[in-house]
């Protein structure tokens, strides 16, 4: 059994991730801000433990931070993460570190890279007067860091770019955002000719669990995702059918940034680990709807 420290415990993915690792009989550390440890605070790398595993999760997320607090968005992402590499480097078994797959978007909008789209896809910030890109840019910059210690000193990782992950509990993301707004009424749907893979969060954990006890993970960036490409448009269906609502959509173009496909390469995911995702899209929005 390890001790694991995971950052960003009290967020969406922090939350489910560390009570399935206390369920396998771990001792979980959890840092976060709600529990009033600042990660971008150096004093706050006082108090710290020596652990086994670091889990890197938090970040300043949330699309409409993207555009209304852009500088905060990138201090806190890269403080927090150069400070606790600081701290743990060359003293733990490896750090998992969560990117994102919106480090994908200028390649695939610029440049034309496949979809679905491998790891090693180039990182492209495609505008950076977009404050959409200060999220996108902080986490290519924290995947250099990452490379960066285990360069200088030999320290393990593995980069793990989630796809669009949803279910119960998430707040500022598309899924639950729509819902609440379709039962208000209001059926405004920007970006509605956009696709994405969601992924339930279930199946999300199932598959970090796979890779933070896997060596063959060792030194690696790893997509995780599903192979289920859907429209904006049709995810909206869904949610409608679901809640027993028969509005009409008001189809409105997507901000400014906002990548047209979006889908990953899990060959990768599949090699290294057994995980087979076993959520559809259509189950997972009727468990997330009834706990919204």
Not at 54 to 74: E, M, S, W
Not at 240 to 269: C, F, H, M, T, Y
Not at 278 to 283: A, C, K, L, R, T
């Amino acid at each position: 059994m390890k001790k694991i420290l995971v950052t960003g415990s009290e967020g969406f993915i922090g939350k489910h991730l560390c009570a399935a690792l206390t369920v396998l009989g771990h001792s979980v550390i959890r840092v976060d801000k709600k529990l009033g440890t600042d990660l971008c605070k150096l004093e706050t790398f006082r108090e710290l433990p020596e652990v086994d595993l670091v889990v890197h999760l938090a970040a300043f997320n949330g699309t409409k931070y993207f555009y209304l607090q852009p500088f905060d968005v990138i201090r806190d992402n890269i403080l927090s993460t150069q400070y606790l590499l600081d701290f743990y480097k060359g003293n733990v078994e490896k750090i998992i570190f969560t990117g994102t797959c919106e480090s994908y978007a200028g390649a695939i909008d610029l440049f034309s890279y496949n979809v679905p789209t491998d790891e090693t896809v180039p990182l492209v910030i495609s505008d950076v007067s977009n404050p959409r890109w200060s999220y996108g840019g902080s986490k290519i910059l924290n995947e250099l860091q990452i490379y960066s210690v285990f360069h200088q000193f030999k320290q393990n990782f593995t980069i793990i770019r989630y796809h669009n992950v949803y279910g119960p509990g998430q707040v500022d993301h598309f899924i639950p955002e729509f819902s609440i707004r379709a039962k208000t009424g209001d059926f405004t749907l920007k970006g509605w000719k956009n696709t994405r893979s969601f992924m339930y969060i279930t199946d999300a954990i199932r598959a970090t669990i796979d890779i933070i006890f896997n060596n063959n993970c060792n030194n690696q960036i790893i997509n995780v995702g599903v192979n289920d490409e859907r429209t904006i448009e049709e995810i909206a269906k869904i949610i409608l059918k679901e809640l027993k609502i028969n509005g009409e959509l008001i189809l409105e173009d997507a901000p400014p940034g906002s990548v047209s496909r979006r889908q990953a390469d899990l060959s990768k995911l599949e090699q290294l680990t057994n995980f087979v995702p076993s959520v559809s899209i259509e189950q997972g929005i009727k468990f997330t709807l009834e706990n919204l």
